[in-house]
Nanobody, 125 residues
Framework: QVQLVESGGGLVQAGGSLRLSCTAS????????MGWYRQAPGKQRELVAT???????????SVKGRFTISRDNAKNTAQNTVYLEMNSLKPEDTAVYYC???????????????WGQGTQVTVSS
């Protein structure tokens, strides 16, 4: 069973920085993509940033130049961590941030989408 556990959210003033972490653990044969989505109150969940196993990144236009996604790849794919470094934070970045993973749990199974439970990021003006 795959689990994604986030940490690092909190309250920060506008212009400040936060670093989110997400560790994937469990039965993981291979990882295609890990990343972050966010959902603000009354809005749909939206992509923030993703990073593929081929080291291809994709960022929302609203965070380009301010956020950086990176990953630690353990030799044992049972545990991998993805980070989101967030700088120059704005009040509009306030949301619940969800870790995302697209994994193949075993050789014989296809990839599935996995989600963490979310961590709150609040940026005060």
């Amino acid at each position: 069973q795959v689990q994604l556990v986030e940490s690092g959210g909190g309250l920060v003033q506008a212009g400040g920085s936060l670093r989110l972490s997400c560790t994937a653990s469990g039965s993981i044969f291979s990882i295609d993509t890990m990343g972050w989505y966010r959902q603000a109150p009354g809005k749909q969940r939206e992509l923030v940033a993703t990073l593929t196993s081929a080291h291809i990144t994709n960022y929302a236009d609203s965070v380009k130049g301010r956020f950086t996604i990176s990953r630690d790849n353990a030799k044992n794919t049972a545990q991998n961590t993805v980070y989101l470094e967030m700088n120059s934070l704005k009040p509009e970045d306030t949301a619940v941030y969800y870790c995302y993973g697209y994994f193949r749990p075993t050789l014989r199974e296809p990839e599935y989408h996995y989600w963490g439970q979310g961590t709150q990021v609040t940026v005060s003006s």
